[in-house]
C-alpha cells in the first residue's frame, strides 16, 4: 500500500499550570502517539497543538522540540473556552504519512483526556 496523509489526534491533561508538568505531559502524549502508530519523526509532517486558556507557563511546542520535534512545523493555539470542557487540556493534531489505513491509526487521550473521544479506536 502506497504511504499516504493522515492525521492522528491526541488530548492530555495537566494537574497543574507548570512548565514541568506541561513538558512531561506533551512528551508523554508524543511519545505514545508515534509509538502506538508506528510512525517516526521522519513521518510526520507538523503538529498543531491548543490548550486550554488556564495553561499559560509554557507552550506545548517547546516541550516538543525537547523531543526532537524541532525540524518540524508546530502551532500552539488556545482552545476555545468552554463552559464544561475538561480543564487544563492540552490537545494533538498531528499530520503524518503512513501506509496504514485511517481505521488503523490508533488516537491517544491520556490522563483527564480520557473520556473526551471513546468513540475512537486505542
Not at 510526520?44 to 522540540?65: D, H, N, Q, Y
Not at 473556552?81 to 499530520?95: E, F, K, N, W
Request: hydrophobic share 40%.
Amino acid at each position: 500500500m502506497p504511504s499516504s496523509v493522515r492525521a492522528l489526534r491526541g488530548a492530555t491533561t495537566v494537574d497543574e499550570d507548570t512548565a514541568r508538568e506541561i513538558t512531561e505531559r506533551t512528551t508523554e502524549l508524543l511519545s505514545r502517539m508515534l509509538e502506538a502508530n508506528g510512525a517516526a519523526l521522519d513521518d510526520l509532517i507538523s503538529v498543531m497543538f491548543t490548550a486550554t486558556p488556564g495553561l499559560t507557563a509554557m507552550f506545548p511546542a517547546t516541550a516538543a522540540r525537547e523531543l526532537g520535534f524541532g525540524s518540524i512545523p508546530l502551532l500552539c493555539a488556545t482552545e476555545i473556552d468552554v463552559d464544561g470542557a475538561t480543564p487544563r487540556c492540552i490537545r494533538v493534531l498531528m499530520h503524518l504519512t503512513t501506509e496504514q489505513p485511517r481505521d488503523a491509526l490508533h488516537h491517544v487521550y491520556l490522563h483527564g483526556a480520557s473520556q473526551l473521544r471513546d468513540d475512537l479506536p486505542v
